[in-house]
């Protein structure tokens, strides 16, 4: 069976936007320091995070502990679809995003990789 050159371009675009589309819906998953409040909710900050673009989801890794007298830690996993940004982009803006919100003290990255 011979294949035209218009029909070659067809099947080389499509597989590129097929791969592209894959690549868009690989799941990250991120380690993260997170310094916070003693007053604050830490369920109340998870779901503050849950609400951003992207993050599908956001879990303790460790049980918060008291790091001084007015803040507590702990370290969170988040998972999340970064779409067409490149990923060290998205970890920055998704901290400072983070950062933000009432009662964060701090983020740390700790470490960031594909979800298989």
Known sequence: MKITKSRFREIIAEEYMRLKEQEFQTIEELRVLLTFKSEANI???????????????VDA????????????RTV????????????QAYVKLLMKTIGRLPDVVSTKVLNIKRVE
């Open 43 to 57: 369920t109340d900050i998870f779901t503050a995070i849950r609400a951003i673009e992207g993050i599908t989801i």
């Open 61 to 72: 890794e460790i049980e918060a502990r008291r790091s001084s007298p007015t803040q507590q």
């Open 76 to 87: 969170m996993k988040i998972k999340f679809l970064r779409g067409n940004r490149e990923l």
